[in-house]
Nanobody, 119 residues
């Protein structure tokens, strides 16, 4: 069983930056892709960004394109989300997820890390 643990969340002023990490552990780590999602207060969970594990192809939600960058370090079994030019509307709990076989079908989820952007 793969466990995912997010870190790096916190409080930042609008226009600032944060870097989230998602470390995987346990079991045989073999995934097709990993992604970041977020849930803002009173809203549904939404897709933020994803990356294929071997090739490193990326995909972003329109709302974060040009501001967020997803990356991974295969040797460390860790995924990152560099967030810049943060806006108050980026405030949410950020979750990482891993897809074992199919890109877009996530089998493992982390517990989330809070990101709060003050205006």
């Amino acid at each position: 069983q793969v466990q995912l643990v997010e870190s790096g969340g916190g409080l930042v002023q609008a226009g600032g930056s944060l870097r989230l990490s998602c470390a995987a552990s346990g079991g045989t780590f073999s995934v097709t892709a990993m992604g970041w999602f977020r849930r803002a207060p009173g809203k549904e969970r939404e897709f933020v960004a994803a990356i294929t594990w071997i090739v490193g192809s990326t995909n972003y939600a329109d709302s974060v394109k040009g501001r967020f960058t997803i990356s991974r370090d295969s040797a460390k079994k860790t995924m990152y989300l560099q967030m810049s030019s943060l806006k108050p509307e980026d405030t949410a709990i950020y979750y990482c997820a891993a897809a074992k076989f199919r890109v877009g079908t996530y089998d493992y989820w982390g517990q989330g890390t809070q990101v709060t952007v003050s205006s």
